[in-house]
């Protein structure tokens, strides 16, 4: 696992003890190493980099504000975003017990303290403290290089792709922002009238590409499925499984976020409805105040479970959706406390609500459910109401075929 090392320190540039640690690094080919040396670029950087291997960060950072030089701390940086490396806080600044455990908090084994030392005749050793750290980091967290390898491809894909569509017509984001808009202002260029939301409609098709992309990324594909090989006999705990699939299941949305299909409603006290109506109906639905279709299920629906199913191959059959009338969503957030299986039973669920009401209703907006298991939710519920009775095949036709 190889990538940029960031040393960020106020120093970097100067005739320092920081200067030479960095250059002596910097003589390590294996690890490239980009020296930052104030705070504002070091947060610009992480938000612009994606793959660096490891973080060597300052404590205490003098920063010139108006002529006036005033101590800053980077701690609101690291709280604020989530990086996914090795983090080593290096300072001869004592850090407190109450940031110290902040930090562990948020980033666990993946950050350390070090102290910096004074003599100058000791920098290779340093140097090998911080190299064997990183070494001994990812031996620890063989499970970081699929993450690593993937956010690499991500950045090649996007590259390749952002280069290919400003080849095929340089204003593409124009073209696709207004392809779901059917009409719009003349003079400030604003939609009035749209199929989808113009910048989600960008978005997606954009990911689309990225995804077709990635899935023919065959270093990807080869680390993951190695990385999977090497761990397959390590059995996860009942609680990372549910950890796990309620992320991959469903996203929290925000008061912000616009409303679209798999969002969750608390309609009623402990009765939820997840929003099924296309998205490309959504927009013209809230405005003109028209029904928005909602399937809804009770926090007690699963106990039914005993209705459809009487052995345990029965239920397990319906954690596989193979039961055409009901749907199960499991691990589902009822509340805080709360993760168990919803059960939709799609003979009763239906219910429609005025698209202004969920608009104006947004806190009672928990979370949504994410793709591929919205669309899923959709199929089957489809399928379900449009159902066409057919004829069987005959006994002797069936007697015929499998003799």
Not at 46 to 64: G, P, Q, R, V
Not at 79 to 91: A, H, M
Not at 296 to 304: A, G, T
Request: with cysteine.
């Amino acid at each position: 696992m190889e990538g940029v090392i960031l040393f960020v320190d106020d120093e970097v540039f100067n005739a320092s003890f920081e200067n030479k640690l960095f250059k002596e690094l910097s003589s390590d080919k294996k690890n490239p190493i980009l020296p930052i040396n104030n705070l504002d670029d070091f947060e610009k950087t992480i938000k612009s980099i994606s793959t660096y291997n490891a973080i060597i960060l300052d404590w205490e950072f003098l920063e010139d504000l108006e002529g006036v030089p005033v101590k800053q701390l980077p701690i609101n940086i690291l709280l604020e975003n989530n990086l996914y490396c090795l983090i080593f806080i290096y300072s001869h600044t004592v850090i407190s017990s109450e940031n110290k455990d902040l930090l562990k908090g948020k980033y666990g084994d993946k950050i350390e303290f070090l102290t910096k030392i004074s003599n100058e005749a000791e920098i290779v050793k340093e140097k090998e403290k911080v190299l064997n750290a990183i070494i001994e980091f990812k031996g620890k967290n063989p499970h970081l290089v699929v993450p690593y390898i993937w956010s690499q491809a991500m950045n090649e894909s996007s590259q390749l792709i952002f280069s290919e569509l400003e080849a095929a017509d340089k204003y593409w984001i124009k073209e696709l922002f207004y392809s779901s808009v059917r009409s719009f202002d003349k003079k400030t260029g604003i939609p009035k009238e749209v199929e989808v939301e113009p910048t989600i409609e960008v978005i997606n098709l954009f990911q689309s590409l990225l995804s077709e992309r990635l899935i023919q990324h065959d270093f990807l594909k080869d680390s993951i499925k190695q990385n999977a090989i090497s761990y397959f006999k390590d059995m996860p705990a009942f609680s990372s499984i549910k950890n796990l699939y309620t992320r991959l299941y469903y996203t929290n949305a925000l008061e912000t976020d616009t409303v679209m299909t798999g969002d969750v409603f608390e309609i009623a006290e402990n009765t939820f409805g997840v929003i099924i109506s296309p998205e490309c109906d959504i927009i013209k639905l809230v405005k003109k105040n028209m029904p928005i279709e909602l399937l809804c299920f009770n926090v007690d629906d699963f106990k039914m479970i005993d209705d459809f199913c009487k052995t345990s191959d029965e239920i397990q059959r319906a954690y596989n959706q193979e039961l055409s009338a009901i749907h199960l969503l499991p691990v589902f957030p009822f509340s805080e406390t709360l993760r168990s299986t919803a059960l939709i039973d799609f003979r009763f669920s239906l219910k429609l609500i005025n698209g202004k009401f969920l608009d104006s209703n947004k806190p009672l907006r928990k979370i949504r459910v994410n793709p591929p298991y919205i669309q899923q939710i959709r199929q089957r519920y489809l399928a379900y109401i449009g159902r066409v009775g057919v004829p069987t095949i005959p006994q002797s036709l069936r007697a015929y075929s499998t003799k």
